[in-house]
């Protein structure tokens, strides 16, 4: 058997195993031993890999973005801050017909720029908007559809977890990674919320009008989520300051991990302003920072050995010859991989999923000529497999956001849910066409800030 047949059938029985409900750590670290075990002939190899390898792995300074960023999203959880955006977004477009709706997306968008979760963020604002909307007589399907898909948001609005493992992973700057997916985040956002529009006018019975809110009070309320702009920019525009200018340009403020730090420190202090982070939530927010990042390290270092045994095999690089040996047209090899993205996000989560798809799918796209520079490419690789692969967390049967809001509105059928997303799914579909068919939407404002 060479080492390509071995790398198909280990990969396949460990798809296998995944499906069976091994969890997804173990099944990749056991698949990466045994398979380096057999390629290599004997065990003595990788046990001595254990020991290197998992110093190596964690010794890595950019890691420690991951908990920082995964505990200011804890303390935004806890402090209000989803409370506060909804309040201001309804205040200020609620009164349209299906306002509350796309004031949810945008709270969701301002939400994610603070909480860099998917899960969380439908979550999170699903206990505040949910019950909001049905108060005002909004359809099921719209209420349940929109939080999902808003939900969405919560990962691909820098700062994202996802986009940090990406960047390790590629060794590209976890800086552009970031600025590079807000332009797409953006038009996420307004996307949702022209799919609100659409909707209700097609069904004018989903979304009932609502009384417009006096000036005063759009403005009190527009005051309050002062914090989380201030945050965001100091976060973002404190790590993206280095931009190229004529002269000697302007340094950057902190690197990726102290904004991170800096982040988590300034939503801890608004959540103590607030008075919503006491010090039970406190100890309760460093708890499952804690076990999240458990389970992140857990997944990254099962993804380190299944991806050091397919380094043995050579199959990345047997495969991205044997893909530009047979003539395909680049954007076919594009999009035969994000619709692999899209089946397989509606039942792994997204970090799995790169971790699992990066080591594989990289080295052929970066052997692909898509006419672009080599950072480039792997930018907008990057931003469109993560958009696909969250695209799969609201697509049925099995998509997680789907659940969780479900699970906050059990009397609601999950057929509803399913079809009020639909037409969120179908935005979403376009914005991948679009994005695929202009790298430049996703490229221009690196080019314009480096």
Sequence with gaps: MTGLELAIAAFALMLLAIFLRVPIAAAMAITGFVGTWIVLGSPNAPL??????????????SLSIVPLFLLMGQFATKSGMSSALFEAASDWIGHRRGGIAMAAVGACAGFGAVCGSSLATASTMGQVALPEMRKRGYSDALSTGVLAAGGTLGILIPPSVILVIYAILTEQNIVKMFIGALVPG???AIGYMITVSVFVRLSPDAAPSVPRATFGHRIRTLLRIWPVVVIFGLVMGGIAADWNWSMDGVQALFTPTEG?????VATGIYGLMTGGLTWSSFLDSIRSTALATAMIFFIVFGAQLFN?????????QALAEWVTGQGFSPLA??????????VFGCVMDSLSMILLTIPIFFPIVEALDFGLPAEDVAIWFGILALIVVEVGLITPPVGMNLFIIHSMASDVPITRTYKGVAPFILSDLVRVVLLVSFPGITLWLVHLLF
């Design 308 to 316: 050091s045994f397919l380094a043995f095999t050579q199959t990345p």
């Design 333 to 342: 090899v594009l999009a035969a991989m994000l619709v692999c993205y899209l």
């Design 48 to 61: 001595a890999q254990l020991k290197t390898l998992t110093y190596d792995t964690f010794s890595s300074y």
């Design 186 to 188: 953006i038009l996420a």
């Design 260 to 264: 991170a730090a800096v982040g988590a």
